[in-house]
């Protein structure tokens, strides 16, 4: 699969995505931008670090919705992330900032004691655990080759494009740009 492709139909990945990712939504968006992500997926850290306050002022602005869809590719960090999914219940911005920290210890190489990081209760890790099954199908059904991909749209146009890794700030920006203004 090329490192991009086209979304002709991007309602109808907003309907599949809304169920079993982690929403940021906007009042009247134009952009949708979706991030399939794996805890232990270098190429997310990269993205969070240089792209995650970028993309979070897109949100802020109203101008764009986004989700983060949980796809673990790398074995047994399915309980990391559903631990994860439960900071998002309690507290979505309290998600985006124990994301940040987990990927920059990821990055410096310092990142130790993951199941610590937040206490969860068993019964909201299980019921996590069964969405994010559901979240890997999603990300499979919508042809995600691995992680991280990420999808940019303009809804209004519904109209989009997915791109396989990260493929650095100043072409996220611009590939954003152009479908915010298309």
Sequence with gaps: MPDK????????????VDRVGL???????????????DLHCPG?????????????????????????????????IEKLHAVFRCIYRRNPTAFLEVLRRHYEAYLSGKLSGEDAIAEASNDCVNEELQRIMEARSVAKELGAPGTPTVIIGNLVKNIGQGIFGYPGITRLMKTIEEFYVY
């Design 5 to 16: 492709w086209l979304i002709r139909d991007l309602r109808s990945v907003l309907e599949r």
């Design 44 to 76: 997310c850290a990269l993205l969070e670090d240089e792209a995650g306050d970028y993309l979070m002022e897109l949100f802020r602005e109203g101008k764009a919705s986004l989700y983060f869809v949980d796809y673990p590719v790398h074995r047994g």
């Design 23 to 37: 929403g940021f939504r906007a009042q009247n968006p134009r952009l949708l931008i979706i991030v399939f992500y």
